[in-house]
């Protein structure tokens, strides 16, 4: 069987969020396991050297955008055994930023154009083209309607995954003609017209065969109100074909025992001791009293709304004035949550720890060293960083929502079961009742404490069964 897997970004090529991991680990998942699988991206000029230099030109050719014709490259590499092809312009693709540019809608209508021609000038046309996000979700739309008539794309069938329902790339009605050069048979309710534009997103959900989203619990929830982001009836109608199949991590890049950005390597057997020296060598790093037994709370994430950081802006205090503890954080986001950071930081030195930053090893040391990990997300469609956190065994304390709910077992404390905390009220009274309950297992009860690590890191996390999942739903439709 052969896939195209079309996405807005992929590591280690380009990444701004989960996206970029998800591009890179469930297609070299899907290959092991059998699967014809090449992955096509932008090329942005972004790309690190050592890949740059990897690249071969593959072939060129002009497209119909509108009123114009656009310059398409080709661009290819192998990595990892898995071939990789790069759409170029660099018109659309020289920027400062992968997104958040005044003509985003424009850029990816090229690219998403660029795919589809692409296809049958390097010879290779799939079963199976699975797109990802707003960015790729014109694609569908575009086969039906305007490549309906190419003999060869007539049999491909299309899956479309969302990532985050939030970003649905919005456009004026007139895209239709000046982006994607088609007229506007595909601009009624049951195609890609919401309130009056044209919105990418909604033409992925109608003109995919399969959707998915990235948890069981986040493809329920987008069917309500309260998070679909005024999708919710547009997929309540589909929902015949909406699913949803947990992310997975990637085991070679997230492993202790192999892991070259943290002190001590460890696995289940000598984790306690080996987080103790990890511990200290990430407080000595970051300007952390040094003490092995004090409970080290982590965060790395955005520092936005989303992921609920309001919550520690307003409990952060409190809880350093009332127990033990040590928080570090790192991440970049918006300034009200970098400030009132910093100045936790200045207040609580030695206690409260604001690395304003994006740094993948030290992301790495704070999963290997904290005891807890904290992720109050207001939603969330998957979540790495908590499967991350259990794999290091660090207890994660989530706020049960999407992912966060399909992935984090909360502590019973009768049965012992369980590999996290959770709490299930937004707001910051019942996220700081459950970190003082987080606490005092850690501090009164050292065997259910090692248990819960033990559990946490046997969790499987592994793309093994999601890929599989994506197998049979590819297999269903071809057949």
């Known amino acids: 069987m052969k896939v195209l897997f079309v996405a807005a970004e992929g590591a280690p090529f380009f990444k701004t969020g989960g996206l970029g991991d998800v591009a890179y680990a469930l297609p070299k998942e899907l290959r092991k396991q059998g699967i ?20 071969t030109d593959l072939t060129s050719f002009r497209v119909e955008l509108g009123y114009k014709t656009a310059y398409v490259g080709i661009k290819t590499l192998v990595l990892d055994n898995m071939q990789y092809y790069f759409v170029d312009n660099l018109a659309y693709f020289d920027r400062d930023q992968l997104y958040g540019q005044g003509d ?17 000038k390097i010879d290779f046309i799939p079963d199976i083209i699975h797109v990802n996000d707003w960015q790729a979700a014109m694609i569908p739309a575009l086969l039906v309607d305007r490549y309906h008539w190419v003999e060869a794309y007539k049999n491909i069938r299309k899956v479309l995954t969302i990532h985050n329902i939030r ?44 959707v998915t989203t990235v948890s069981p619990n986040y493809a ?78 982590g965060v790395v994430t955005r520092l936005t709304d989303q992921k609920g950081m309001q919550l520690l802006q307003e409990k952060a205090e409190e809880l350093l004035n009332s127990r033990n503890v040590q928080v570090v954080v790192l991440g970049t986001g918006e300034a009200q949550f970098e400030n009132s950071f910093r100045y936790f930081e200045w207040k609580y030195a030695g206690q409260f720890c604001a690395y304003i930053d994006f740094d993948v090893e030290l992301a790495q040391q704070i999963y290997a060293s904290a005891d807890m990990f904290l992720m109050p997300s207001a939603f969330e469609p998957c979540g790495l960083s908590q499967m991350i956190s259990m794999r290091y065994g660090t207890l994660p304390i989530v706020h049960e929502t999407g992912g966060l709910s399909d992935t984090v077992q909360p502590y019973n404390q009768y049965t012992g079961e369980g590999n996290g905390f959770s709490f299930n009220i937004f707001n910051g009274d019942t996220f700081i009742q459950t970190i003082h309950y987080a606490l005092d297992v850690y501090e009164s009860n050292p065997d259910a404490w090692y248990q819960l690590i033990q559990q946490a890191m046997a969790t499987d996390f592994s793309w093994t069964e999601p890929a599989k999942e994506y197998i049979n739903l590819y297999e269903g439709l071809v057949d």
């Open 104 to 120: 985003d809608g424009e850029r990816f209508g090229f690219f998403d154009i660029a795919v589809i021609e692409m296809m049958e």
């Open 36 to 55: 014809d699988i090449r992955v096509v991206l932008p090329y942005y000029t972004q790309m690190p050297q050592k890949f740059e230099e990897q690249l």
């Open 220 to 297: 329920r929830e987008i069917q309500t109100p309260e998070f679909g982001e005024k999708l919710d009836g547009e997929l309540r109608y589909n929902n015949w074909k909406l699913s949803g199949i947990i992310n997975g991590i990637d085991y070679d890049q997230n492993n202790p025992a192999t892991d070259p950005a943290i002190t001590v390597n460890y696995d289940a057997s000598n984790v306690i001791e080996a987080k103790k020296a990890n511990k200290m060598a990430l407080q000595e790093r970051v300007g952390l009293k040094v003490d092995p037994d004090v409970a080290l709370l």
């Open 167 to 210: 970003f649905q790339g919005w456009q004026n009605p007139d895209a239709l003609s000046h982006i994607f050069n088609t007229t506007m048979s595909l601009y009624h309710v049951n195609g890609v017209e919401k309130e009056g534009q044209v919105n990418y997103l909604k033409g992925g959900i109608n003109f995919s065969d399969r």
